[in-house]
């Protein structure tokens, strides 16, 4: 069998969380390959919302596994409040989530390290969600971090020390102050409570279960336009957010992938720092994060918000080898009586259709074309039929410009909102 991968093809918050939670009963195993508790992926259904940060977006449904790769950064005091909050739920997590060995750990003092070097860089701040990613992979990068597989050495507690004492030494270089003892018992405690779980080698059992015909779904989080190679750099995220990390954050082949679904909104948001060529700065901004209630899962952050930019969605369809296309929010377009999307840019008078390597503000102008909208409410629609014609030739366009098709729209946060197209 093939691993399935499902990933953001813009900034982030496309609805990851929704889709894959949609597709589940279609799977044996989920699996997310990268990231951390940078993400918020939010699922709602039975009149409950429910935001995951570390666990796949698969835990709530039964009969199905859920992997956290070795491609995951785990900070281990947010995931054992996940476990919690789902425990509080009635989700008994432990029989149903498997910890890769080699999957990295955040330690405190790599959440001071982001914060301390977000406090330094000032205005030129990459808008971190403060959850000590980067310098967790730097570490890993660096060969000093720790992992998953560590915390059964006897020594352990030594290799923590010995890390947070390095740590310590840079801080020591930063005006930053801190108080390690606030955190540091709640991280031993979360250690100790995850020795208890399922870590296991999860690149050799995940083979296995294809070899045995299990279906996979690896969920990606973030999206392309933060992937550390192909992300407009340096405001990016520090993992592989392409589909490519799910070869190295799973240890599964590139022969063994099989269809990969990208997920965009049928706008742009984007939260944190960093270019964003259709940007909206004025009141049609504001109306579309209004009505698209666009406030971080994470951070709570506003997101940035804009329209649908085509040579970005294009670019990151391209990098990713997408199969199949999954279109998200069109309810929230509703508003609109005309729907611009971004068709090229202006560089110094040039026609460009491809993302540039500088994006910068003041050279860069976005070409709008606009597009009929679908006024009213799409929320109660739940078949292709139903579809306002004018959705269907918005969506029959990007089909045309990227080369797949969509196979997936979505009109509403609630699991039923969801349109499986034929
Ligand atoms: P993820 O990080 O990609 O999983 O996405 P987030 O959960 O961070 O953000 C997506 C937000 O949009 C969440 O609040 C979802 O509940 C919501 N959402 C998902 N799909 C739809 C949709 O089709 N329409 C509307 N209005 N909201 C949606
Ligand atoms: P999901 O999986 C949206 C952004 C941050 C910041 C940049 C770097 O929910 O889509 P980091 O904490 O990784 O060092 O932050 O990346 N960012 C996200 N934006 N959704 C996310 O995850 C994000 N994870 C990180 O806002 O600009
Ligand atoms: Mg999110």
């Not at 018992?185 to 979360?190: K, V």
């Not at 045995?212 to 520090?238: H, W």
């Not at 666009?294 to 506003?302: D, Q, V």
Request: negative net charge; proline residues 5%; charged residues 25%.
């Amino acid at each position: 069998m093939k691993v399935d991968v499902l990933l953001g093809l813009q900034w982030g918050d496309e609805g990851k969380g929704k889709i894959v939670d949609v597709l589940t009963p279609q799977y044996d195993i989920i699996a997310r390959f990268q990231g951390g508790p940078n993400a918020g992926h939010t699922l709602e259904f039975d009149g409950m919302k429910h935001v995951l940060h570390t666990i796949p977006s698969g835990i709530f449904r039964d009969d199905v596994m859920n992997v956290i790769g070795n491609g995951v950064v785990i900070d281990p005091v947010i995931f054992q409040k996940e476990v919690d909050d789902l425990a509080s739920l009635g989700v008994d997590v432990n029989p149903r989530l498997l910890i890769s060995r080699k999957a990295h750990l955040i330690l405190p003092t790599h959440r001071l390290l982001d914060a301390a070097n977000e406090k330094e860089k000032g205005k030129k701040k990459i808008g971190s969600t403060l959850r000590g990613i980067g310098p967790t992979y730097m570490d890993k990068t660096g060969r000093n971090g720790l992992r998953v597989g560590d915390i059964f050495r006897p020594d352990f507690k030594q290799r923590y020390d010995q890390l947070v004492k390095k740590h310590c030494g840079l801080l020591s270089h930063f005006d930053f102050e801190y108080d390690l003892s606030a955190f540091e018992p709640d991280w031993l405690e979360s250690i100790e409570r995850m020795r208890g779980m399922q870590v296991i080698d999860s690149e050799h059992w995940l083979n296995e279960q294809l070899d045995a015909g299990k279906r996979v779904l690896a969920e990606g989080a973030q999206g392309a336009l933060l992937d550390i190679d192909f992300g407009s750099y340096p405001f990016v995220t520090s993992s592989t957010t392409t589909s490519a990390g799910a070869c190295t954050g799973l240890g599964i082949a590139p022969t063994r992938i099989g269809e990969v679904i990208g997920i965009f909104k049928a706008y742009c948001t984007r939260v944190g720092s960093g270019p964003f060529p259709s940007e909206l700065h004025d009141e049609v901004g504001d109306k579309l994060r209004e009505a698209g209630n666009e406030f971080g899962a994470t951070t709570g952050r506003p997101r940035r918000c804009g329209w649908l930019d085509m040579p970005a969605l294009h670019y990151a369809a391209m990098i990713n080898g997408v199969t199949t296309l999954c279109m998200m929010k069109a309810d929230v377009l509703g508003d609109f009586d005309t729907v611009p999307v971004c068709t090229h840019y202006e560089v110094d008078g040039e026609h460009v259709d491809k993302l540039p390597y500088v994006v910068d503000e003041g050279t860069l102008k976005p070409h709008t074309q606009d597009m009929p909208g679908w006024p009213g409410d799409q929320t109660g629609v739940r078949t292709e039929e139903e579809l306002p014609k004018t959705l269907v030739e918005y969506m029959a366009y990007i089909e045309a410009k990227i080369g797949s098709p969509i196979g997936i729209v979505s009109l509403g946060p609630n699991r039923l909102q969801t349109i499986i197209r034929k």
